[in-house]
C-alpha cells in the first residue's frame, strides 16, 4: 500500500508528459508510446551509438516472470545495457563496480495505463554508484554520461 501511494504521488508531481522526475537519483520521464514501443526505441537508440561502443545486453520481462509463477502484474520491463569499451577498464579497477554495471533502464507502465521510463541519472551514477566502489567520475564523463542518458531517453518517449 505504502508503495502504491508512493507511485501515485509521484505520477501526481508531473506537471506536463515530458517533464522529467528526479528522485533518489531516478530520472523518469512520461512516455507518449506503448510499452512495446518505448522498448523498441530505447533500444533502437542504443544500437544507433554502436559506432560508440553502446550494446544491449539483455532484457528482463518481470511481467512475463510472474505470469509464469500465477501471479499479475502491470508491464515491468528492464533493458540493460552499456558500453564496454567505458564499463570494462573501471571494472578491472574494481571488480565490484561489476554488481552495479551494466546499466539498467526499466519501460513501465502505471495502474492508469500511463507509460514511463526511469534509469539512474548520471549525476547519481558519480555521486554515488562509482564512489561506493572506490572509483571517481571525472565531470566531463558524467556531463557526456548525461547527455547520452537525455539522448536516448528523449527518443525513446517524445
Known amino acids: 500500500m505504502i508503495l502504491r501511494s508512493r507511485m501515485i504521488a509521484g505520477v501526481l508531481l508531473v506537471i506536463s508528459s515530458s517533464q522529467a522526475l528526479a ?12 510499452v512495446q514501443e518505448t522498448i523498441d526505441r530505447f533500444e533502437a537508440a542504443i544500437k544507433s551509438k554502436a559506432a560508440a561502443g553502446w550494446v544491449i545486453f539483455s532484457r ?7 505470469r509464469d509463477a500465477g501471479l ?13 569499451k567505458a564499463g570494462t577498464p573501471q571494472m578491472t579497477k574494481s571488480a565490484t563496480l561489476a554488481i552495479d554495471l551494466p546499466m539498467k533502464a526499466l519501460v513501465w507502465q502505471d495502474d492508469q495505463n500511463k507509460v514511463w521510463l526511469t534509469y539512474n541519472s548520471s549525476q547519481y551514477s558519480a555521486a554515488e554508484i562509482y564512489p561506493r566502489h572506490g ?8 556531463k557526456m554520461l548525461e547527455n547520452f542518458l537525455a539522448d536516448v531517453s528523449n527518443r525513446s518517449t517524445q
Open 135 to 142: 572509483l571517481a567520475v571525472p565531470d566531463e564523463a558524467a
Open 23 to 34: 528522485d533518489g537519483g531516478l530520472m523518469t520521464k512520461a512516455s507518449r508510446y506503448s
Open 60 to 66: 528482463i520481462d518481470h511481467a512475463a516472470a510472474a
Open 72 to 84: 499479475e502484474m502491470r508491464p515491468r520491463t528492464v533493458i540493460v545495457f552499456g558500453n564496454p
